[in-house]
């Protein structure tokens, strides 16, 4: 096909005088750009980058605060030819540092207050203000760089449980079949607006609702975070709202929250966590729309979703994409009957190639004939409608963001007065789950405060336990293996307070 910038730009080329993003930081305009500006705006971080060095195949680290900018240097590595590396804006010095080491950047781009704390010694590394000038004084550079299907666009990091974080391969050809699939089976339509509200570290926000409305050249009201109050403020300027289930658990505690905020908006969409039944039902009665849950990944982008034309099972992730496949596999791996519960595998041309400097970790997730190994539970049913079952290696999802436990396990751990750790999540209203420690002391059980303590030293917050339980023992099998199903049933009330 082409570099993926190139086909967005075609998109939004006859419309560079429409507005693109429309910063707001509470119901009035703070900034505006137009589609030209922001392709003059990548063009010039473009020329930036390459004054840095940066050619095609090169990474490029960056870790900063959503803004248009922050867009733009996005497209702008895109636009040379790079390899877009994004981190979480929560991740510690020491997280980092880790991400830098394996991704071997050319370019390793911060916030201005992470830079000033970072090793200044590293000439990789600039403040993303700095950068700015650097474009803003750069000639733009209109040449986009020649690119193949299977060239490298992205590298995202998702943790394993083994507490090495692994960085997916994203390809050109990966991240266009899926935008092109999205835009068309969700219907964007001229004069669709899109309310953005999720972070730009993260598939969803990235790729999912910045590439679709791209495609469409629509407008995009652009918010730094979600604000329950602000998102509902401008839900009449919006035609479509993507977000975690959280978005909506706190539209709907808004006093008076009803069909009344709702009457433009066509789409609502609800991904990276499973949204309750019961969040389903009461927004359906409350505004008269069945959001629309999907299904994805970092390692292949969108995989199943409901359909915009029909029924929108509570519950479920809906169907395919268009040439995406799917089965479900018994432990021996062999393909499981309609509506068993298995392992869900997946293959299609959203999916990655493997995951950076890691083939062995590639060869374990892959079939021979090209299926990957979601780790997900699931079934299928007679009209290939997917149901999730669970999840395998004890992820936990926390308000949209996975948190491994062996990652936290590993830092409880490490502190003086803990004997071992288990880490799992129980139901929490807000943010579907809460992460909870489960301990045994040494001797006797270590204060909350210096456990936390210890965690802020080296874990991003959204990963951090909120409820601390210690035991005599951990329930073990015969295997010496701990029950992690036992606990998460002994502490699922653990948020109910």
């Avoid at 666009?153 to 997916?168: E, L």
């Avoid at 699939?181 to 607006?193: K, N, Q, S, T």
């Avoid at 929490?428 to 936390?452: C, F, K, S």
Wanted: hydrophobic share 40%.
């Amino acid at each position: 096909m082409t570099n993926l910038f190139r086909l967005l730009r075609e998109r939004f080329e006859p419309s560079l005088d429409r507005p693109s993003l429309v910063v707001r930081a509470g119901c009035g305009a703070s900034a505006e750009w137009t589609c030209g500006e922001l392709d003059q705006a990548s063009a010039r971080f473009g020329a930036a980058l390459r004054g840095r060095g940066v050619e095609p195949g090169d990474r490029v680290v960056v870790q900063a605060p959503k803004s248009i900018e922050a867009v733009a240097l996005y497209l702008g590595v895109l636009r040379c030819g790079g390899v877009y590396v994004p981190l979480n804006t929560a991740y510690t010095e020491r997280e980092v540092d880790f991400f830098v080491g394996d991704a071997s950047p050319r370019v390793v781009v911060r916030g201005a207050v992470a830079a000033d704390s970072s090793d200044g010694g590293d000439p990789r590394t600039v403040d993303v203000d700095r950068l700015w000038r650097e474009a803003r004084a750069a000639p733009a550079e209109p040449a986009i760089e020649p690119r193949d299907d299977d060239d490298l666009a992205a590298i995202c990091y998702t943790s394993g449980t083994t507490g090495r974080s692994k960085g997916a391969m994203i390809t050109h050809g990966n991240l266009i079949s899926n935008a092109l699939a999205l835009h068309e089976i969700w219907g964007f339509e001229p004069g669709d607006v899109l309310l953005h509200a999720l972070p730009i570290f993260h598939v969803h926000g990235l790729f999912v609702a910045l590439h679709t409305a791209f495609l469409n050249a629509s407008k995009i009201l652009f918010l730094p975070a979600f604000d329950a109050g602000v998102v509902r403020g401008l839900l009449p300027e919006a035609t479509v709202l993507m977000g975690v289930p959280t978005f909506y658990s706190r539209l709907l505690a808004e006093p008076g929250f009803g069909s009344a905020d709702c009457e433009r908006i066509r789409l609502f969409v609800s991904g990276s966590a499973p949204l309750t039944e019961a969040v389903f039902g009461e927004f359906e009665a409350r505004t008269g729309h069945r959001i629309l849950e999907r299904y994805g990944m970092t390692e292949a982008g969108m995989i199943t979703s409901n359909p915009l034309r029909g029924e929108r099972v509570a519950g479920t992730v809906g169907f395919p994409l268009p040439d995406v496949e799917v089965r479900v596999a018994g432990e021996d791996g062999a393909e499981l009957p309609v509506a068993e519960v298995g392992t869900l595998e997946i293959r299609g041309p959203n999916l990655f190639p493997g995951y950076w400097r890691l083939p062995e970790k590639t060869a374990e997730a892959m079939r021979d004939d090209g299926f990957f190994v979601t780790g997900d539970l699931a079934s299928v049913d007679g009209e290939g409608r997917v149901t999730l079952a669970g999840r395998g290696k004890d992820l936990i999802i926390a308000g949209g963001f996975n948190v491994y436990p062996k990652e936290v396990e590993d830092r409880l751990d490490e502190v003086a007065g803990v004997a071992e750790s288990a880490v799992i999540g129980a139901p929490h209203a807000d943010l579907g789950e809460g992460v909870v420690a489960v301990l045994v002391a040494e001797q006797a059980p270590v204060g909350d405060d210096t456990l936390r303590f210890a965690l802020d030293a080296g874990l991003a917050r959204f990963k951090h336990p909120r409820r601390f339980y210690w035991v005599e023992e951990l329930p073990r099998n015969a295997m010496g293996k701990v029950q992690k199903n036992v606990l998460r049933e002994r502490y699922r009330d653990a948020y109910d307070d």
